[in-house]
């Protein structure tokens, strides 16, 4: 069952396990679109030891249907990071989903 629209989705790298953190370099662009018609009420980036990342800030996009809606998270630095975003409070759920999905894509700064 997918968390989105009702738990957390977590973004990872695209190891085998999904939970390796994902590598961006200063001022690349990480865009997650997505369908819940609504916009995530937290978005937490933190680095691989778990450190929460305040230098990175997130816009949220809501299209009209057929496009996706956005989050894009813009790397301050070059960094190891995991991006957690929270659709609902007090749900249990929770969706991986790795760099390499389609919804994912990742911009160079440059």
């Known amino acids: 069952m997918s968390a989105i629209g009702s738990g957390v989705t977590l ?3 695209s190891q ?3 939970l390796s953190p994902i590598s961006v370099a200063s ?10 018609g609504k ?3 937290q978005i937490v980036v933190t680095d691989d030891n778990g450190n929460i990342r305040s230098d990175m800030p997130a816009i949220q ?3 009209a249907r057929p496009a996706a809606d956005t989050i894009a ?3 301050g630095d070059t960094a190891s990071i995991f991006i957690s975003i929270r659709w609902q409070e007090n749900s249990v759920e929770a ?3 790795p ?12």
């Open 73 to 75: 998270i813009t790397a």
């Open 27 to 36: 001022g690349d662009v990480v865009t997650f679109s997505h369908y819940v």
């Open 11 to 13: 973004i990872a790298g």
């Open 61 to 63: 996009t809501l299209n």
């Open 95 to 97: 969706s991986m989903i």
């Open 99 to 110: 760099v390499d999905s389609p919804s994912v894509v990742i911009t160079s700064g440059d």
């Open 16 to 18: 085998l396990d999904n």
């Open 39 to 41: 916009k995530a009420w």
